[in-house]
Every structure is written in C-alpha cells, then in structure tokens.
C-alpha cells in the first residue's frame, strides 16, 4: 500500500471519531449560547501573504460550523488564533510582540483559549519557543493540520490537555473544508501548495513542503460555486502557477486551466499570482491575451537584477531573459501591467550589482512593486552565506530603489488620464465616506465618488488624476 493509500485509511477509519467530537463541540457550544445568550466569539489574527489570508479564511469557516462566532477584536474573544508568518523578521517580531500582549489579556480571562498556527509553527525550533516561553498558548497547529482543529479545541476544552498538531502529511490536499471568505465578490482559490525552487533567501519551501496541485476538477467546481453565490473575481493561489500541474499523469498546465475557468458564466475577472519567470510560458502568454476574463495583469517577481546575485539566488534565470520576457508580454498584451517583488542587500550584493538592478527596474517599467530588505532567514542557504551587508547599506540602496520606483509609477497612472476603465468596486473610503475605491483589471487603485450600493459591482470610471498610488476619476 502507497504512503498516500495509507494515510487515506488512517484519515477514513478517524473520520468517524472527529465527527462525533465534532458534534459534541457543536452542543456544547449550543448549550453555551442558551445559557449566556451569545455565541463563543473569535478573532483570527493573520501575517503575510494572500496564502495565510486564505487559510485563515478557512480557519473561519470551521470554526463558524463548530458554532463559533467572529469577532472584530481580540479584546473580548474566546478564542484568538495567530496565523503567523516566517518569510522575513518583521512579522516574527510583530506576532512576539502581540503574543506577549495577548498574555495580559489572558490573565483577567483565564478561560480565554489561544492558539497559534501558520508557517512560524513549522519550525521546530520557533515552536518549541512558544512551547516553553509562552506557556499560556493552549493550541498549536500547522500548514497543514488547519482541518484538526475542532479536535484541537475538543482536546483542549474537554481533555483540557495542551494540543499540538504539525503531522507531516504534505502530500495529501484536504478539499470541501469549509470556508468563511472575507468578501463575496472576490474570492482567493489554491491552485498549488508548496514550493520546489528553494531560493536560496526563501523559508517557504521548508516550512510549505514540496509543490503539489489541486486537481482541476476541485477548482472548477470551487469556482463554479463561487459564481453561483455571486462571486465576480478569483485570484489563482500557488507559489509558483506556472508549474501548476507538472505532477499530472495526463498534461493539464496553468493556461489549460485557465481556459476552463474563463468558461464559468459569472465570474468577471481571473487574477494569479505568483508567477515564476522562469517557468512563464508563450502558452501562458497566449492565454492572457485571449482570455477575456484573464486580467491583463502579471505579477513577475524579479528579486534583483544582477545575473551574480541571481545566480546566488538560485532564481534559475538572467536579466536578459527576464527582460527578454518582459518585452514579450508588453508586445502581444499591450496594456499590460506588469508587477514586481525585489530584494535589496542580498549577501554578496555589490553597489554594482544594486545598479544592475536599477537598470532591470529602469527598462522593465514596473506599474508597482513590493520591495524587501534582505531579511536573514536561519535555515536557508543563503542564511550561511559570507558578505552580509551592513542595515545602513541596505536601507541606503532600498530608498534609492524606490526614488526610481516612485516616478515609474506616477508616470504609469498618468497614462491612464481621460480614458475610462472598468473598476470592481471594493470599499469605502475610511477618510471620506462618499468615496469608492476599487481596482482595474491592471490592478490600479482608483478612488471615485460614489454610494455604498455598488460595492461589489463593477462600473466604469473615467480618470482625472494620477498619484504615485492611486488615481482619482468619476463614474460614467
Ligand atoms: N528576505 C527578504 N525578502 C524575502 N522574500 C522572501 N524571502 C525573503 C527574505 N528572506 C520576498 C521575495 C518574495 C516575497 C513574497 O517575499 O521577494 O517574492
Ligand atoms: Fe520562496 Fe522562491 Fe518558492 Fe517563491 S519560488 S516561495 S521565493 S522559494
């Protein structure tokens, strides 16, 4: 029997046990809201990327079919979940510093549960400091062990026994878990868990596992469902969509599975992200510019510009076939966007090298990008790596990569005055409430005036002014 077949019995034969603990959660949290006349509340606190939005979104929605309630603050919780984040320092800084104020709150509501989850607890060393260190925390689970947790609560609320759960089953996908998603017109769907291209800067593929795809059948039916319930964007989810589906038997790539989506009636817009450069495709390519539904959008993350540091990256491709792609995508799709990540201070990154990325930045003309300052990440290879560069580099070359960054930009937006563009309308402006905010396909921001009933609909606007982030226009 394969591992896989395995696993799959051990999972049948407990099915029926998590079930009846399941259902004894469940009364008791019915018992509970007779009697206090309110429901259990939570508050999912989430750090990084769109993948942990999604799991937290997930983390909702078995909670709310356990009889769990949310709630908007951690203050008056039962339950706070840390969903948290190891890509670089900061948001391990941030989730210490808020852990250790959770602490307080605790101590006047020892009855308060919290848990702790995400790719921080994927690390043996780091979970083992919230083990010692942080003796309040009652629940820790990992990546992928979020479909354990009504058992986790159930070992922690009945057994009253501390719960850890980071099993290593990462080859197995758990589908038709619940979901709570934050929005209904715009919805966030895993196509690929996991990553195989071990940059030498990145944690993600020790703490995600190895790559692996959902079958296209599961997204369809996800995304037909998403439609049917009013849903008018998704976002395509994988570290890297482009080798979407290279673990198949039968070939079935990224843009095949495009074609399909772009067939369901209802949803407007599709959106992936992160594509990989060295794995984009003309097949890709070709279906962006055919696809009506397909955003005219690529998020192409380049990380630096010089072919040394790249090679030290271990990013699998040079400045010239970026720039190769770059001129490619902007010839068969010409309105498109085109976005970016890149990392300053890299080990080993010369002044040289950082000029080389100016340069990428300067002919690539990025409509936006996130940019990083190299953030040492113990464990990766590059963690080892002599010639570390002082933080007063760093920053000296990230605000200088920025002032290059920032007129690209304006001049981006600018292009865009007096043509009009269909914008999916989002928010409400949190300064002016007679302002919309919403995205173009391009995934420019764009205020406008405009009443609380378009949210969620997409209208046309005609633009007036650019700003480095944002555009203003009317609606037509
Ligand atoms: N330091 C700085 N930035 C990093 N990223 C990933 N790992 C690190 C790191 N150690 C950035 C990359 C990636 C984005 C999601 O995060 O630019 O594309
Ligand atoms: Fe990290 Fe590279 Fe994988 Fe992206 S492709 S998740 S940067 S290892």
């Known amino acids: 029997m394969s591992k896989r077949d395995q696993i799959i019995n051990t999972l049948s034969a407990d099915t ?195 790559e692996k795809s959902r079958e296209p059948q599961e997204i369809i039916n996800e995304v037909k469902l998403l439609a049917e319930d009013g849903c008018k964007e998704i976002t395509l989810l994988g570290q890297n969509v482009n080798s979407y589906g290279t673990t198949f038997e039968e070939k079935f790539t990224f843009s095949d599975l495009l074609y399909e989506l772009n067939k369901i009636d209802g949803i407007e817009r599709i959106r992936f992200m992160t594509s990989h450069p060295k794995d984009l495709s003309d097949d890709l390519i070709t279906a962006i510019k055919e696809l009506k539904k397909v955003c005219n959008h690529v998020h192409l993350p380049v990380q630096a510009g010089s072919n040394n540091v790249l090679k030290s990256m271990n990013r699998k491709y040079t400045k010239e076939h970026y720039l190769t792609l770059v001129e490619k995508l902007r010839k068969e799709i010409p309105d498109v966007a085109i976005t970016t990540d890149i990392i300053v201070g890299f080990p080993g990154e010369t002044e040289e090298d950082f000029l080389e990325t100016i340069d990428l930045v300067e002919k690539s003309e990025y409509d936006s990008a996130f940019t990083f300052l190299y953030s040492v990440r113990e464990g990766t290879i590059a963690a080892k790596m002599e010639n570390q560069i002082p933080e007063d580099v760093k920053h000296d070359r990230f605000d200088r990569l920025l002032n290059v960054l920032y007129p690209i930009g304006l001049k ?60 203003e226009g009317e609606l037509v």
């Open 16 to 210: 029926k046990l998590i079930s009846e603990k399941i259902n004894e959660l469940r009364n008791n949290n019915e018992q509970y809201f007779v009697l206090n006349g309110r429901k259990k509340t939570y508050h999912v606190l989430t750090y990084g990327c769109q993948m942990n939005e999604h799991d937290s979104e997930k983390i909702a929605g078995i909670l709310n079919s356990i009889g769990y309630e949310e709630s908007d603050n951690d203050k008056n919780s039962d339950l706070i979940i840390f969903n948290t984040c190891l890509v670089r320092e900061n948001a391990e800084l941030k989730f210490f510093g808020k852990l250790g104020a959770v602490k307080e709150l605790k101590k006047n509501r020892p009855d308060m549960l919290i848990a702790v989850c995400g790719c921080m607890m994927q690390n043996d060393e780091i979970r083992q400091k919230v083990l010692n260190k942080y003796r309040f925390v009652d629940i820790i689970f990992g990546t992928n062990t979020i479909q354990e947790l009504p058992e986790l609560i159930y070992n922690v609320e009945i057994n009253k026994n501390k719960s850890v759960e980071i099993i290593d089953n990462s080859e197995l996908i758990y589908e038709n878990m619940p979901k709570q998603r934050k929005f209904n017109y715009k919805a966030l769907v895993n196509i690929t868990y996991g990553c195989n291209n071990f940059c030498t800067y990145c944690i993600v593929p020790y703490v995600r596992g190895r």
């Open 412 to 471: 981006k937006n600018e292009t865009c005055i007096g043509k009009t563009y269909s914008v999916l309308v989002e928010s409400v402006s949190k300064n002016a409430n007679e302002y919309l905010t919403g995205r173009t396909e391009h995934f420019r921001l764009v205020h406008f005036k405009g009443d609380e009933s378009l949210l969620g609909k997409i209208v046309n606007v005609k633009i007036n002014s650019a700003k480095t982030f944002h555009m």
